[in-house]
């Protein structure tokens, strides 16, 4: 079977090598030059399965509004005359509640656990290489409300089989003695020593080496116009190349994994998409002073950035990511968000970067209101969606490759897929449109 793969993001790559894995002739097309240049590009480089309480919660909304007009706010909502980002709201605070919440952890632990797993059996068959660390990974209070409100989402994680282990302050700076400058500070802390760290960026470009070994097909700056349906499914897609060269693109199988812009080609089929981007910032620095940086990938959970170390052929780096902005498909670097994150790095770990040669980056997030993300067939047989990641598109990335894979070739998944598809927001607010030429814009 052929198989067209829109998108050459974490999601895009990985599905693509899953795919040739099960004996498939696979394509993947996208506008960038190279793979994994949007949103895989720089991000916070955490396998995260503890991170799996979803933004949208029951404190939640409180928080929204204490953070409205806040340049530095970890969540900021900037309101705009866009009915999209108004709708997806709605749907967000209805995921706000506690049974909702309990809900949406669960299937992000099993997607999780079994994408983590799948990475580490994907490293031990091919000896890939991304400056991975498997040191676990640490959240750390310094507000002990936050740290109250962590231990019974953490004890529902262990409960599904995410080895969240709630430690005190003073193991914490046992395990990460980076974190002993701010020990009087510290609350609290979790660790999950399964979770991992590496750069996705890296991984995508050697998987794309593996997928090209295998027969994979990558069509680089080919900027998709549009899906055209005819018989009840996908006849064709069409595509312009570098050149601007019209061409039409067929498959018997095409996936959806173009992140935050998927619903704007999914919209003119009859496919609403409840994913809005939440835009996310990251800083990378070169390690200047070794002995006050962090080893342990690590997670700030008041203030929300993460922690990786980088240590490879980039050098040694810290990469800091954190903060979501809901603000359209806007891409511009807003500096006070930049210089927020710099300041907090300070704070916990002064002098331990360079901050000096900081390098900034941004991107847009394609998240769901609930974070879970829609894998799977959509009403047209030969469309499948992995897409609606959100924050989590790194942890999430190998599993969900997996299951698309397992589906397109007519498999039963090794996991319930119960809750990850598109119909369980068929039953509430879907309204969501935009026409397909805004997302070149």
């Keep these: 079977m052929h198989v067209i793969v829109l998108g050459s993001g974490l999601l895009g790559v990985s599905t693509a090598y899953y795919l040739s894995q099960l004996g498939h002739q696979v394509s993947v097309v996208d506008r960038q030059a190279t793979p994994a240049a949007e949103t895989s590009f720089a991000n916070g480089g955490q396998i995260s399965v503890s991170h799996a309480e979803p933004w949208a919660n029951p404190s939640a909304p409180l928080k929204v509004l204490k953070w409205l007009g806040q340049e530095d706010a970890p969540l900021l909502f900037r309101l705009r005359a866009d009915q999209r980002q108004w709708l997806w709201g709605l749907q967000f605070l209805r995921e706000c509640t506690p049974a909702r919440t309990r809900h949406n952890i669960e299937q992000i632990v099993r997607l999780g ?13 091919t000896g890939i290489h991304y400056d991975q660390r498997t040191q676990g990974i640490l959240h750390f209070y310094t507000s002990q409300k936050e740290f109250d409100g962590a231990l019974a989402p953490t004890e529902q994680m262990r409960e599904l089989g995410c080895d969240r282990k709630i430690i005190s302050a003073d193991e914490a700076v046992r395990l990460e003695p980076a974190l002993a400058h701010i020990r009087p500070q510290l609350a609290g802390a979790t660790y999950t020593a399964e979770d991992e760290s590496g750069d996705a960026n890296r991984f995508a470009r050697e998987l794309v080496k593996l997928c090209e070994a295998a027969g994979v097909q990558f069509l680089m700056s080919h900027t998709i116009t549009a899906l055209r349906e005819a018989g009840g499914q996908i006849d064709h897609i069409e595509a312009t190349n570098s050149e601007g060269r019209f061409q039409r693109l067929r498959a018997d199988a095409y996936v959806l994994a173009m992140g935050s812009l998927s619903p704007l080609y999914a919209a003119p089929l009859g496919i609403q998409l409840p994913i809005y981007p ?34 490879g052929p980039g050098g040694d780096r810290l990469r800091i990511a954190g903060t979501a902005e809901l603000n359209g498909y806007d891409r511009h670097l807003n500096a006070e968000r930049c210089q927020a994150i710099v300041r907090r790095v300070e704070a916990l770990f002064p002098g331990a970067g360079d901050v000096s040669r900081a390098e900034f980056w941004t991107g847009l997030r394609p998240a769901t209101p609930s974070n879970v993300p829609l894998i799977g ?16 598109g790194w942890t999430m990335a190998c599993g969900s490759a997996q299951v698309v894979a397992d589906l397109v070739t007519g498999r039963r998944p090794a996991i319930d897929t119960e809750g990850l598809s598109l119909s369980r927001w068929q039953r509430g607010i879907q309204k969501f449109a935009m026409k397909p030429s805004a997302a070149v814009s």
């Design 377 to 392: 067939r959509s009403r047209l047989p030969n469309l499948f969606l992995n897409t609606g990641h959100g924050t989590l």
């Design 113 to 125: 656990t079994y994408s983590r797993d799948t990475l580490q059996q994907l490293r031990a068959n």
């Design 278 to 311: 939440a835009k996310g910032y990251s800083v990378t620095m070169p390690v200047k002073d070794a002995s006050k940086a962090h080893q342990v990938s690590l997670t700030d959970d008041e203030y929300k950035p993460v922690f990786s170390r980088l240590t």
